[in-house]
């Protein structure tokens, strides 16, 4: 996750001068905005203007605000798949999250793994859920797999532009 920090005073002076700022290099929300004071100390009191941002979660970040819970999401320790697929959850979430575990929790519900359409996950959840290649019936030989996945998308299950499945807690 980078954050490029800027000031409002510069921009309306013409300039975008700043920098991008890896936010997994700051332990906390404190650490990082001294970075940006020390960024920006030619002026007396910036008002610091976050011009663009890469992979930081819509709900967390604004034009002039940074939320401290993004370094308690950094503090998470997650690997990368992971990360990228808790910050597409969070970004596709229509409500404010108090605790950052609280969220995680309600991620690790809902996140089934990482495919390449929806539909490779509901024949694979099919193949386990119905036991459909140890069978030697009719159920094996007739199922359905197009009807379930409609089903399950109608039941909440959604997949993220990069693969990650999700099921609507």
């Known amino acids: 996750m980078k954050v490029y920090v800027g000031t409002y005073n510069k921009y309306n002076n013409g300039s975008i001068k700043g920098e991008w700022l890896t936010l997994s290099n700051f332990a906390d929300v404190q650490e990082f905005n001294s970075k940006c004071q020390d960024i920006h100390k ?15 979660p819509k709900p967390l970040i604004g034009e002039s605000w940074l939320d401290a819970r993004l370094f308690d999401l950094l503090n998470l320790g997650l690997h990368d798949e992971e990360q990228t697929a808790f910050l597409e959850f969070m970004d596709n979430q229509n409500f404010y999250w108090d605790d950052i575990e609280d969220a995680y929790s309600s991620f690790e519900e809902s996140w089934r793994g990482n495919f390449s359409q929806l539909s490779d996950y509901t024949d694979e959840e099919a193949e386990e859920r119905f036991e459909l290649s140890n069978r030697n019936d009719e159920i094996s030989c007739y199922f359905d797999y197009e009807k379930y996945y409609y089903i399950r998308k109608c039941e909440g299950l959604w997949i993220s532009d990069n693969g990650n499945v999700f099921e609507s807690n």
């Open 42 to 56: 030619d002026e007396k009191d910036p008002e610091f203007m976050f011009q663009d941002h890469e992979g930081v």
